[in-house]
C-alpha cells in the first residue's frame, strides 16, 4: 500500500502531511516551479517510529526538465533538497517529467518495496 499523497495536481500545495513533507513541497515548488507535484510519506511503509518522516516519493513536472536527462533531472530535485537529504530524508524514490511526458502518460510508476530497514 501507497503512503499518504500528501500534494495535488496542478500545483495544489495542500496543508496534509508533516513538517519535513511541507518543506520538500515548498522547496519543489520554488526550484523548479512544477506544473504538477505531488509529495508521498512513504515512511509508515519502513517500520521507522511513529511519526517518522523517512522515506519519501515525489512526482515532479516540471518545464525545468525539458531537454535534461533522467540524471540531470534527479540532480535538480536532489540540489533543492541538499539538505534535508543530510538530515532526516533517508530515502527518496523521485519521478521527473516533462510536461509534455506527463501529458502524454500520467501514470504513475508503484513505489519499490521495502526491502531492509528495522523491518528485518
Known amino acids: 500500500m ?10 495544489a500545495m495542500g496543508g496534509a502531511g508533516g513538517p519535513l513533507a511541507r518543506t520538500i513541497r515548498a522547496k519543489l515548488t ?13 515512511s509508515p511503509r519502513h ?7 523517512t522515506h519519501f516519493g515525489v512526482l515532479v513536472v516540471s518545464g525545468r526538465f ?3 536527462p533522467l540524471l540531470q533531472r534527479h540532480r535538480l530535485v536532489h540540489e533543492a533538497l541538499r539538505a534535508e537529504l543530510a538530515g532526516p530524508l533517508h530515502a527518496l524514490q523521485i519521478i521527473a517529467r516533462t ?7 500520467p501514470r504513475v510508476p508503484p513505489a519499490p518495496p521495502c526491502l531492509g530497514g528495522s523491518k528485518r
Open 2 to 11: 501507497r503512503g499518504p499523497l500528501l500534494a495535488a495536481a496542478g500545483g
Open 30 to 42: 520554488a526550484a523548479l516551479q512544477p506544473t504538477h507535484l505531488e509529495v508521498r510519506d512513504d
Open 47 to 53: 517500520g521507522g517510529p511513529p511519526g517518522a518522516e
Open 66 to 68: 525539458a531537454g535534461l
Open 99 to 105: 510536461p509534455q511526458q506527463w501529458q502524454s502518460d
